[in-house]
DNA sequence: TGAATATAATAAACAGTGTTTAGTAAATCT
DNA sequence: AGATTTACTAAACACTGTTTATTATATTCA
């Protein structure tokens, strides 16, 4: 009975293509835009069938959002090789920030939207995020026991790190850096400026 | 002609109406299940009577974002007293998290939603914003002039402390700080640890 | 192979959204 | 009192996510 295996690659296909027009769509226009009709419409089937392959709009805005997770992760452990994990924590920071910069609409879904939360919830465990948190965690551990940084519990640590680094990206994705009156080249400038200035306090 | 001028007082009062049930329903339900259609059954008018006096939803959200930011700039302006700036700032800091997280739907409209943001760029300014903005410049010029940070531009050292407070809030607003597992409280607890680290990190 | 069954896909509908248009009733002006 | 302006609304438009009943196809079993 090889043709139940063959559904099963047939249903995982299906779903693939789902999944690719919506994130194709959905980078393209925004999550709002991208509509089950729109996607629907996109691969040639009626708006119905996606609902045999995903249970509602958010479920697919779910794996969307594992799989930009899976890019940032890959892109911040690329400085695992950096032994010193102060100067790791700068990289990491400046690929957290540029990553958010260059995939806005990626780190809007992962870190803003509420999109994805029902199924996070629902799975008792956001485990895309904690991984990439997971990394952020052991590099600080790491500079406080070398005594690389002001010395402050791991998570406290932590938190205030990407606190900072998600604040600064989300100002400029929602498009409140617009107080600072600046060009846009300008207000960029002033975000690594501020980048390093943070990092630069942490420092003992 | 005292006709015109009662006219005119009705106009304001009608808008008033309309705005008091929009925030009431806001606050109670979130932006998305306040309808058009929600407000006008509120008051007792068909939908396409409130597009007389507003020219879409996000014109309306575009006031109460205005309001909000009146209530923040009363709470931070509180603080004008304190005369030691870096004292002044830790309290500025602690009066902007302690409101966003009384007041998350408010919060959200005024730094995250995108529905205030046609009118804020068709304004070309974002005068509720710069006011706040406004203030902690200030506080942060006096804290560098004072050298009671360490030094900066105090643009960039704004943009650092904003981007923090910014972040800690969204990400526990936005349910991001799931990540962490542990009970709601201890969140709150690890949000004000890590405010305390941020601002103890600044001082020279 | 042919009838019965299981699967896949869809048309159409439901209940909602923001917004516009055309038409009516009331208040104001001449 | 008649003409005109103002205030309001019913109904429609073009969408949205989602569900249901139906049809066509593929698979299984006798």
């Known amino acids: 009975m090889a043709i139940k295996e063959r559904k099963e690659r047939e249903k995982q296909d299906m779903r693939n293509l789902i999944i690719d027009s919506a994130t194709q769509l ?17 691969i040639e089937y009626s708006p119905a069938t996606i609902y045999l392959y995903f249970k509602d709009k958010d479920e697919i805005f779910y794996i969307i959002h ?5 890019i940032l992760d890959k892109l911040l452990r690329q400085h695992n090789s950096i ?5 790791r924590l700068h990289e990491l920071g400046k690929t957290y920030v540029n990553f958010a910069l260059e995939n806005p609409d ?9 999109a994805p939360l029902a ?10 995020g904690e991984c990439a948190f997971g990394y952020l ?15 402050a519990d791991k998570f406290v640590a932590a938190m205030t790190v990407w606190s900072f680094v998600h604040g600064l990206v989300t100002l400029y994705i929602r498009e409140r850096t617009c107080i600072l009156e600046m060009p846009d080249e300008d207000v960029r400038q002033m975000m690594n400026a501020s980048l390093s200035h943070f990092l630069t306090q942490m420092k003992t």
């Not at 959905?26 to 996109?42: H, M, P, V, W």
């Not at 032994?83 to 100067?87: A, I, K, L, M």
């Not at 965690?137 to 940084?149: K, N, P, R, V, W």
Request: glycine share 4%.
């Open 26 to 42: 959905f980078l393209k226009q925004g999550y709002d835009k991208t509509s089950i009709r729109n996607i629907a419409e996109d």
């Open 66 to 70: 594992e799989n930009a997770f899976e």
């Open 137 to 151: 965690l052991e590099t600080m551990a790491a500079c406080i026991d070398q005594g690389l940084i002001k010395p």
């Open 119 to 128: 199924e996070i919830k629902h799975k008792e465990k956001w485990s895309a």
């Open 106 to 114: 990626y780190y809007d879904l992962m870190f803003v939207m509420r």
């Open 83 to 87: 032994s010193d994990p102060y100067e």
